[in-house]
């Protein structure tokens, strides 16, 4: 069993827009990953088995309705598919730096079986937000953390 990838980690754009993934998560996308937009602004990375499986989500619900067809039309049209260099440098599109609002300062999380990437104010008011969420429970969330 995996653990996944876990972890919070704060890196910068050097000047080709590359970033470099922390050392703890470049193995599994050693020979390849896809990076691409995903909900509340970030980016994330997947290995290219995982992104292969939510592909195949993607597809399936976008027979449901044009809204659902316009989404994965984004969705896809953003991927880019990528190999990190010996250092564990990827390039970051331009387009996808602007959607994530990365300009120089780059969060990178782990979240279990991708990685995102944030602009680091942003993250901070979405990362207070859950843990006032995590401290006070509520609805949806009492079983959530055992």
């Not at 909900?39 to 597809?59: H, I, P, T």
């Not at 953003?78 to 440098?89: I, L, Y």
Request: proline share 5%; hydrophobic share 45%.
């Amino acid at each position: 069993m995996s653990l996944g990838f876990l972890g919070e980690f704060q890196h910068s754009l050097d000047a080709k827009g590359r970033v470099i993934l922390p050392v703890e998560f470049r193995e599994p996308f050693a020979t390849g990953a896809v990076l691409t937009k995903v909900l509340d602004g970030c980016l994330a990375v997947y290995s290219e088995e995982e992104f292969e499986m939510l592909a195949e989500k993607v597809r399936e619900r976008a027979r449901a309705g044009a809204r659902q067809r316009q989404a994965a039309r984004a969705w896809f049209a953003s991927a880019r598919p990528f190999v990190p260099d010996k250092q564990g440098r990827f390039a970051i599109p331009q387009a996808l730096r602007e959607f994530a609002h990365l300009e120089r300062d780059v969060m990178i999380l782990g979240q279990d079986q991708r990685v995102e990437l944030w602009n680091p104010p942003q993250w901070r008011v979405v990362e207070a937000a859950a843990q006032a969420d995590i401290e006070g429970g509520g609805p949806g969330l009492e079983d959530m953390f055992i």
